[in-house]
């Protein structure tokens, strides 16, 4: 659904540009199997019409020898519909939309953007070599982030067109992709998730002044425990929420600096063990890339091509070149404990829930690590969704669908 928004950037904004809204009324935009994209008025609920589609029309088009065109008939008989946006090859599995801007991603390896109020398209973004599944948009920074088969993401200057990075890192195919505060996380089927700093963005996080928050392993419920003081919630209020700087110097308490002390010798130890699974990882996507020598080929000659584009420029508006060492991103976090391909998660920040094989499981989204199965003995987990208070899933046991709705304030 694109309803008309303001599609000044940052810099517009902070100059006192003109408001743009875009676009002029709001629509609805569709991917289907067909290879084609349509685009829809979307009907008000107080000035339209209710509009049903007759049976007999619905009947005669199943009948009909070409079903495009029973197809594109039945859709110029309907009041809202407005335009077919033509140019896939397969079918088209990903849709993501800011103001009239729409991105599109198909199993023909390509990625297009359009203009959903002319039905132009804008470009053809080329350079995956396997089934687009997801795309992600920044819209401030103008930037495409898709997902693929092939196991990259690529990122994408949607006013140019251009490459800009590729973010390797996933065995096989990326499916799901997320990106919340300068932070983009990846699903894969490789049963891992993994937290990229920013693709473009240059800036540290080790330059931001330092708040300690409070210790996660204590909101999960597991062997630390905390004692509490002025700066700990009380019990059932939303202790994810909960954000306050426990210096030993603000807080003034022995007992407090000796846990933020055994806090960081444990993070240390953490952050070790993250190394070593990335190098394992690492050796393993090598050992893959030796498999098949061809795809390997094909992926340098993608990059020799984009670091000697003198047109390819970074992400922040400058004019210097690409080099090679921009152009492939490497993950901050690899997160395994799932067993098969990642299905769903859903990422605040601070905490990231997410679904596969048998589990629902819980994280510490700014350090990656794994706090604990929220549920587990599943058959399947289909979506998961979270608010400050509540996380819903939509599970399966045994045939049988669930909504689970878990409290994180109690």
């Given at each position: ?15 006192g540009a ?10 609805v ?19 339209d ?39 896939h ?5 990903a ?22 109020s ?7 973004l ?13 819209p ?25 990075r ?9 499916g ?15 049963t ?34 905390v ?8 019990p059932g209020?939303n ?27 444990q ?20 050992q893959?890339?030796n ?10 000659q ?13 992400g ?14 490497t ?7 799932h067993?098969?391909?990642?299905t769903c ?18 994280w ?23 608010d400050?208070?509540?996380?819903v ?18």
């Amino acid at each position: 659904i694109l309803l008309p928004t303001d599609v000044r950037t940052p810099a517009e904004r902070a100059r006192g540009a003109p408001v743009r809204y875009e676009p002029r009324e709001p629509l609805v935009v569709t991917g289907s199997r067909d290879a084609t994209l349509r685009v829809w008025r979307l009907p008000s609920p107080t000035r339209d019409a209710p509009h049903h589609p007759q049976a007999s029309d619905a009947a005669s088009s199943s009948n009909n020898n070409s079903s495009a065109a029973a197809a594109a008939a039945a859709a110029a008989a309907n009041p809202y519909f407005a335009r077919t946006l033509e140019g896939h090859s397969d079918s088209v599995r990903a849709v993501a939309a800011f103001g009239s801007l729409v991105v599109s991603g198909s199993y023909d390896c390509s990625v297009r953007v359009w203009d959903a109020s002319t039905g132009v398209c804008l470009h053809r973004l080329e350079g995956h070599t396997a089934k687009v599944y997801t795309i992600v948009l920044d819209p401030d920074m103008h930037l495409i982030m898709s997902g693929s088969m092939d196991g990259t993401i690529r990122v994408w200057d949607w006013d140019t067109g251009l490459c800009l990075r590729i973010c390797r890192g996933h065995l096989t195919l990326v499916g799901l992709l997320s990106l919340k505060h300068d932070t983009l996380v990846s699903g894969g089927a490789d049963t891992t998730l993994r937290i990229w700093d920013h693709p473009i963005k240059a800036a540290q996080r080790s330059a931001a002044p330092a708040v300690a928050q409070r210790p996660f392993s204590s909101i999960a419920g597991d062997s630390v425990s905390v004692r509490r003081s002025a700066l700990a919630p009380a019990p059932g209020s939303n202790l994810f929420a909960a954000q306050a700087t426990m210096t030993a110097q603000q807080a003034g308490n022995i007992q407090q600096a000796h846990l933020m002390q055994q806090l960081q010798v444990q993070q240390r130890a953490n952050d070790q063990i993250h190394h070593q699974q990335l190098l394992i990882l690492q050796q393993q996507h090598q050992q893959l890339q030796n498999q098949n020598q061809s795809h390997a080929q094909t992926r340098s000659q993608d990059l020799s091509l984009a670091a000697s584009s003198p047109s390819a420029t970074t992400g922040g508006g400058g004019s210097r070149p690409v080099e090679l060492a921009d152009l492939v991103h490497t993950e901050r976090h690899v997160m395994q404990q799932h067993t098969n391909a990642i299905t769903c998660f859903q990422n605040d920040g601070i905490k990231m829930v997410s679904g596969a094989d048998s589990t629902l499981k819980l994280w510490d989204a700014r350090t990656g690590q794994f706090v604990r199965n929220l549920l587990s003995n599943l058959t399947s987990v289909w979506q998961v969704r979270f608010d400050n208070r509540r996380c819903v899933a939509a599970v399966n046991r045994n045939d049988v669908t669930y909504f689970e709705v878990m409290d994180f304030g109690v």
